[in-house]
């Protein structure tokens, strides 16, 4: 199994934007679907977007839809998540997740954490003035 790595986050202001990244150590990630998934203190962990092993399958949570970005960078084996047009409701603990996947499955309907096995540490996403 991957180890994911994630970074990017920090404090922005509302309407600001943030890329996060997501990388792997020990295996690469171009046969996984990657979630992104966002948790607060005392809630459940939320999937938030996802892409497909084959990049054709992308899914956002509604809140987001319009606003974050998906994408995977083959050459360098990363996955980013653009953020835009962030308020205080998206400040949360981010995470990347992966799970090895020749299909579209994972990516269909709102990413749940129990399908995926390799997690990342978070990173934190604070939106403040």
């Known amino acids: 199994q991957p180890r994911l790595v994630e970074s990017g986050g920090g404090l922005v202001q509302p309407g600001g934007s943030l890329r ?33 092993s084959d990049d054709d ?21 990363t996955v980013y998540l653009q953020m835009n047009a962030l308020g205080p409701e998206d400040s949360d603990i981010y995470y990347c997740a992966g799970e090895r996947a020749l299909g579209p499955y994972h990516c269909l309907a709102a990413p749940g954490p129990s399908d995926f096995q390799s997690w990342g540490q978070g990173t934190q996403v604070t939106v403040s003035s």
């Open 57 to 77: 399958t992308t899914f956002y949570e509604d809140s987001v839809k319009g606003r974050f970005t998906i994408s995977r960078d083959r050459a360098s084996d």
């Open 20 to 52: 996060l990244s997501c990388k792997a150590s020990g295996v690469g990630l171009r046969s996984y679907a990657i979630g992104w998934f966002r948790q607060a203190p005392g809630k459940e962990r939320e999937g938030v977007s996802c892409i497909s």
